[in-house]
Every structure is written in C-alpha cells, then in structure tokens.
T-cell receptor, first 110, second 110 residues
C-alpha cells in the first residue's frame, strides 16, 4: 500500500538552530513531492515541490531549503531558524490527481 | 492560479446537529480534497472527489463541477468531530501542487 511517513509530529527549536524535517514515501515510485507550511491564521501554502531526484522548485522565498536525495525521500532544512519559521509543515506526494498527505509537523521556534 | 474560499470560518454547533461546510474555487479542476486537522495538528485525508457525492460514515462530500462548489456535511455531529476542516484544489494556471482553503474551525458542544 502507498504510505507517507513524516516526522517528528512536534518540534521545539531555539532561534538560530538548524532544522531537518524528513518525509519518506512507500509503495510508489517517481512521485511528485511537496512541502507545505501553515502559518498561524493562514491556509497551507506551497513551499517546495519536486518532480524527481535532485529537482526542487521553490514557490516562495524564505529561510528554508529542500532536497530530494532519493526518489522517495524529501527533506526540508534550515541552517538557522527564525521565529517566523514557526508553523505547521505538511509533506505530500501525488501521482496524477491523487494526493497522499503526511500527518504534519508542528514546529515552534523559541 | 486557483483561489479557494471556505465558509464559514468558524462554526459552533450542538451535538446531533447537521453540519455543512462550503468550499468554492475559481478554476476548473479534476478533483477536490477535503482534509481534517485535529487540535494536535495532524492531517487526515477525508475525501478526494471529482464528481457527485461520496459518503464515509457520517461524513458526506458533494461537488458541483459546473458551479465550482463543494460541500462537506456531517450528520448527527459529535464532539469528537471538533476539528479544522480544509478543502484543497489543484493550483491550476500551470502551477503544481494544491491550493488550500483557510479552513473551517468546527466546535461541537455536548
């Protein structure tokens, strides 16, 4: 079956610390992969998407970067977190019109 | 790009009431998603539908492609239905990924 794993569920990090959120997919190959963020009071917004290994497109400029070192692995990173990076981060994959969503990570930067 | 609007933003109802949440979008789509986000933040995919109606337990989702409108209904609502309900549609306009509504915060009081 097709599943997506995203961890951790919650994370509290100090300002200036690095970040690495990982998302892995099982049961499919060559999926499109996405990272979304939900800031307080706003809808989920697309941060990055990838159509293949090493191929990353960024939708909005920010303090974050993404990488896809393997077909079914998508990583969201930051070298130095800002307070404004706090929010809910969601990974998803798609093939055609179908999407599968991770359970999300709630990041609080303190 | 698609614009997705949800209403109402907030809804408080008594246990047992019939609940309706509405979603409209601006660009024709192949499929629309309904998601549920619990207070802890985790996302659960409820429905993906491209036409007509789908039912899962007490949840019913309908879509009218011509009118670019979808509704999520909850019958015999229960306090455990309290959550944020989010609709999402393909971004369209050549963009990848989904455009999400801001969500409807539902509270069911016992």
């Amino acid at each position: 079956s097709q599943t997506i794993h995203q961890w951790p569920a919650t994370l509290v990090q100090p300002v200036g610390s690095p970040l690495s959120l990982e998302c892995t997919v099982e049961g499919t190959s060559n999926p499109n992969l996405y990272w979304y963020r939900q800031a307080a009071g706003r809808g989920l917004q697309l941060l990055f998407y990838s159509v293949g290994i090493g191929q990353i497109s960024s939708e909005v400029p920010q303090n974050l970067s993404a990488s896809r070192p393997q077909d079914r692995q998508f990583i969201l990173s930051s070298k130095k977190l800002l307070l404004s990076d706090s929010g809910f981060y969601l990974c998803a994959w798609s093939r055609g019109s179908g999407y599968t969503f991770g359970s999300g990570t709630r990041l609080t930067v303190v | 790009k698609n614009e997705v609007e949800q209403s109402p933003q907030n809804l408080t109802a008594q246990e047992g009431e019939f609940i309706t949440i509405n979603c409209s979008y601006s660009v024709g789509i192949s499929a629309l998603h309904w998601l549920q986000q619990h207070p802890g933040g985790g996302i659960v995919s409820l429905f993906m539908l491209s036409s007509g109606k789908k039912k899962h337990g007490r949840l019913i989702a309908t879509i009218n492609i011509q009118e670019k409108h979808s509704s999520l209904h909850i019958t015999a609502s229960h306090p455990r239905d309290s959550a944020v309900y989010i609709c999402a549609a393909p971004a369209g306009g050549g963009a990848d990924g989904l455009t999400f509504g801001k969500g409807t915060h539902l509270i069911i009081q016992p």
